[in-house]
């Protein structure tokens, strides 16, 4: 008979070491290394970062593992390993010298190779050596399977090994695989589910069910088979358990996506403990919520792709070379070529095979081959012209990005533009939502955090707050008209000038810039300034002249969310909190934020009555004003808001709330550049703020304004400061009489306007 080399070779080396299996004495022949690091086990668990309700947001670490003690895995599961490993697993003792008899006779008379290899010896190879295969490394790991059998016990190696083994997709350990593959855990796994994740050891590359569904179903098969062989199946569990589709978890699912809040976390917690946390199980609590999270991932980047569809085609992302022809080298050329370009699940990448005006045909990193028609090819049509310029041009190996529409596919590309969104409980000021990009693999950088922008009319609310103290009522009337101020600067209305004066409730529910000046002029920029801090923004990065009326100054996402909260509860100031605990392994607190503030005066940061009035403006922005189409599309009328454009659409906002969360989206260009010439806040933010408030107010009853509170009446249509209701109110803001008052004014009033700076 004629062995085949690699076989005589394996034939060699086991006939040479099996008589190692039963002789330790020999352990002083090889130079070991210790095995402190089974004996005294301590699993590399990653760092984690998870929602308020427990959802994975990432984990940090070489590997992804859960560990759970052998007490706490499935019988079944248990069952389904050993019987495919090593079902002589409690009877040798490190080796099994029938395993590797019949691992010789295979390779003798030419049978399927056998590794040999029992439970415990594939421990030591995974911690303790290499995986290269030599006659010395095999001495090695017998000799050290039989030390580890001698300090250990079977129930312990097998538990080190269930949360230890590699089950491919960067899970190590059954726990991890579970989550990683059906989003379930360990005791909640089906006896199929539970033969598939035992066959994982063998090749956890080849055969996981997300590499490759149709080779892990056949590795199934075969753990199940075992199973029914040894006997802890019957007929009818194996039949069963064969018939069951196999439904993985989907990979939107896998995790929130928050990668932005990820970072924050990261980065928290490796200044507090060094990278060492990175495998010492260490987790950290953040204030999202799942729901809240996802939906306001989703709204963001469906209202960045929209903005991205307005402007014309700029070509393919570049371009490979692919052999001639459509032969059968051509997709692994294809899968060859587009290991060079990032793959994302928004935005599929994908190589062209063949392009014409009518069809692209192109294939996915996946490999799964697609056909783009009709609509799928309007937004690159420039490129698929005969004349489409060179940069333009779609071809045979041009790289593209993707998009599915239903059970159709589109040519995309990757937007250029940025967006934000963040959300906070009004009453607590805890971030429930935190989308600091687009994507951030590209863009790192937090907008919600880091990014200082100018926020246009978005601030005009707040200043609108301050007038309110200098007497300025929402039913002020104030001219509308051409305005030159200091040094030449001429506002104007995005809209055009008015026709004359119109009332500042009026004004902002049409967003007039012209009375917003007027205004700040009277209530004074300083004093402006100063209330401004009551919402969280900084004096020092305001404008201390008119221009602070258009929204000039400087804030961040995360500041305008917190001043609108405030607007929200009626006029308290919130601590935004993003990560609420950090624990160790065993759950120890390592660190927590503390419990959200009381509501009380001591929080007060501007009186309930003028934040009731704000909102009572508000509540006409969204009804009929430039944010009609919240409460139009919403159905619902307790969502309050302003949107915010800034020169030449280069900022585009809408923060807004509803009682129970405040939330501000911001959409620019990180190098700041006009967005489009017919863009605005309310055409790009409010639809992603619109899109997020819709999951975020799912089931939440309605809450219009309550009752006006103590220190307001009623006056005509509109509401004044109860003390004012006999005069001492601005009734007018005019070019030609300055400020008439209406009723006569008392004589401390009359001092105040004389000294006003």
Known sequence: MVIPTRAAGFVLSLSLLAPLATAPAHAGTFDLPPIDRIVHYQPKLPLQVLTADGHDIAQFGTERREYVPLARMPRQL???????????????????PKGMARAVVAALTGGRRQGASTITQQLVRTMLLTREFSVERKAKEILLALKVEQELSK???????????FLGQRAYGFAAAAQTYFGKPLDKLSLAENAMLAGLPQNPYYANPVANLERAIQRQRVVLQRMHTVGVIDDAQLAAARAQKIVLKPASQRFVPAAHVAEMARRAVVDRFGTEAYSAGIRVHTSLKAADQRAAHEAVQKGVLAQDRRNPWR???DHEELPKGDGPGLEAAAAEALKAHRDDETLPVAIVLSASTTEVRAQLASGERVSIK???????????????????????GSILRLAREGTNWSISQ?????AALVALDTQTGRVRALVGGFDFGRQPFNHVTQSWRQPGSAIKPLLYSAALEQRVMPGTLVDDLPLTAINGWSPSNSQGPGTGAITVREALTRSSNLVSVR???HAGTQRSRDWLTR??????????????ALGTGLVTPMQMARAYATLANGGWSVDPVVIEKITDAQGKVLFEAPPPSPLTEERRAIPARN???????????????????AQALLKRSDVFGKTGTTDDVVDAWFAGHHPSVAAVVWMGHDKPRSLGDHESGGRLALPIWIDYMQAALKGVPSAPLTEAPAGLSAQGNDWIYSEWVQGGAVASITEASGTVYAGPPSFLDTLREIFRP
Do not use: C
């Not at 390993?81 to 009877?91: C, T």
């Not at 009731?612 to 509540?619: A, I, P, R, T």
């Open 315 to 317: 070509g393919p992302e």
């Open 155 to 165: 129930d312990r190696i097998l538990e080190i090994y269930m949360n230890e083994i």
């Open 611 to 629: 934040a009731w009035l704000v909102n009572s403006m508000l509540n006409d922005v969204t009804r009929s004003g430039t944010a009609a189409r």
């Open 374 to 396: 009709g609509h799928g090819l309007k937004w690159a049509a420039a490129g698929l012209s005969a004349k489409a310029a060179p940069e333009l041009r779609i071809r045979r």
């Open 519 to 521: 205004v700040l002029q």
């Open 535 to 548: 919402f969280g923004l900084e004096a020092q990065r305001q404008p201390d002249n008119l221009t602070l």
């Open 414 to 418: 990757w937007p250029e533009a940025e």
């Open 78 to 96: 248990q069952d389904a390993v050993l019987a495919v490993e090593d079902a002589r697993f409690r009877e040798h003792s490190g080796v099994d």
